[in-house]
């Protein structure tokens, strides 16, 4: 099972978007505090449609509460700061996708203490995008390790 972790999100559109993809992948989605909003906001309930009674769903007050939950996982940071793209990691189950919110993204000293596990999705030079949608990001890099896996229990 692949985890998301959506650390500080703000908008409750995008994390009920991801929420139903993690539930028709069968990934598990942590959530980490603050929240941007709050888990009875309608606008996330309308995101996630009939697929809160499916999802898996955890929120934790921080990060360091996930790692010492999940001190065996490997933990990949999504951020447009990093050299390697998301295609270029091999992915294994149970592998940690991370997050950051929408309009701050990951912490510098997150992304500089784990430089080799931080990944990015390429974008057009030219035009100079700072960042995709949060939503479109997490499915964009949940299907590359799913593929790579295999579509583990999809069909």
Known sequence: ML???LVEPEIPQNTGNILRTCAATDSKLHLVRPLGF????RYLKRAGLDYWEIAQIQVWNN???VKEAFFDARYFYATTKAKKAYSQVAYSPKDMLV???ET?????????????YCIRI??????????????????V????ALR???????H
Do not use: T, W
């Not at 890099?141 to 590359?144: F, I, K």
């Open 38 to 41: 709050s888990l009875e906001d």
């Open 99 to 101: 997050f950051g919110s």
């Open 3 to 5: 985890h998301v972790v």
């Open 63 to 65: 990060l360091e509460d």
């Open 141 to 144: 890099v949940m299907y590359e």
């Open 104 to 116: 701050r993204g990951l912490p510098n000293e997150l992304i500089e203490k784990n430089h080799d």
């Open 122 to 139: 390429p974008m057009s030079k030219q035009i100079q995008a700072r960042s995709l949608n949060l939503s479109n990001a997490a499915a």
């Open 148 to 154: 790579q896996l295999g579509f583990p229990k999809l």
